[in-house]
């Protein structure tokens, strides 16, 4: 587990290949001093990614609309996306929506098949309760009790893409940090156990607790001194590794 200071253009690409980055950069939506675009750092950031890495970046749709061409330029091509649902959330105009929500996306390198990339399959075990049909025994010939009906309640079933999660308002260490356990769902879906997790803007190093909890390595940036080394306590107070292997993640398909 690594915590660097510094600008993640010039700190980050030498510390790669990366199986997975995880990008948390201003959007550029407000006028705050702080919330200024980073130029620059995808293409750095995709050519520190391994072949079958991915990157995972957080944002709002009119950041995305504004990065369009340099995610193009940067050789980068879109997977997915996560809709972040939040319990509260940011009016910055009283005439528009209250916006509780906030995507994550993920792309790969353009010159990488999508086949060979690193993405495993996530379930829950919350599905409700369903009906299934089966008849039983000789054709049904019109009695209504001669069908057998077998009801089974819930089951694994592919993760939705709106994903609720408390943000950490009122306890966050910095002002946008994410909730530890969405950033892990991240994690066990994009990076191989014991994989590399480039994390290039720390913040409050929630990224490296994830990682810590799930069983990746992981190397931090922050361009805040002062912020470096809460994220690095932060970590530093996690549970540590014992000596045996972390837990495996659950089999694709499987419950997780």
């Known amino acids: 587990m690594t915590m660097l200071v510094g600008d993640c253009r010039t700190v980050m690409p030498d510390q790669g290949p990366f199986d997975m980055i995880f990008g948390d950069p201003p959007y550029g939506d407000t006028s705050l001093g702080w919330d200024r675009r980073v130029e620059g750092w995808l293409e750095l950031a995709r050519n520190a990614l391994a072949q ?37 959330g940011s009016a910055f105009h009283a005439d528009r929506f209250k916006r509780v ?58 993760m939705r893409s709106v994903i609720y999660a408390r943000n950490c308002h009122g306890r966050a260490i910095h002002p946008t940090e994410k909730p530890v356990g969405l950033i892990e769902i991240l994690l066990r879906t994009s990076c191989p156990p014991n994989g590399l997790v480039g994390d290039w803007f720390a913040g409050s190093g929630a990224v490296g607790e994830a990682a810590r909890a799930t069983g990746r390595r992981y190397v931090g940036c922050e361009i805040d001194a002062a912020m470096a080394a809460r994220a690095e306590a932060r970590i530093a107070a996690t549970l540590p590794f014992t000596s045996a292997s972390p837990a495996p993640d659950p089999l694709p398909g499987a419950a997780s």
Not at 65 to 75: K, N, P
Not at 76 to 83: D, H, K, M
Not at 114 to 120: A, E, L, Q, R, T
């Open 101 to 158: 929500h906030e995507l994550a996306v993920q792309f790969y390198r353009s010159d990488a098949p999508w086949s060979g990339i690193y993405n495993v399959v996530q379930t829950t075990s919350d599905a409700t309760a369903r009906t299934v049909r089966r008849k039983a025994g000789p054709p049904h010939t019109g009695h209504i009790e001669r069908g057998h009906y077998v009801s089974q309640d819930g089951g694994p079933r592919l």
């Open 52 to 88: 079958s890495g991915s990157v995972w970046v957080f944002g709002s749709l009119r950041s995305f609309l504004g990065a369009a061409d340099e995610i193009r330029l940067a050789g980068l091509r879109y997977a997915q996306e996560i809709v972040w649902e939040k319990q509260n």
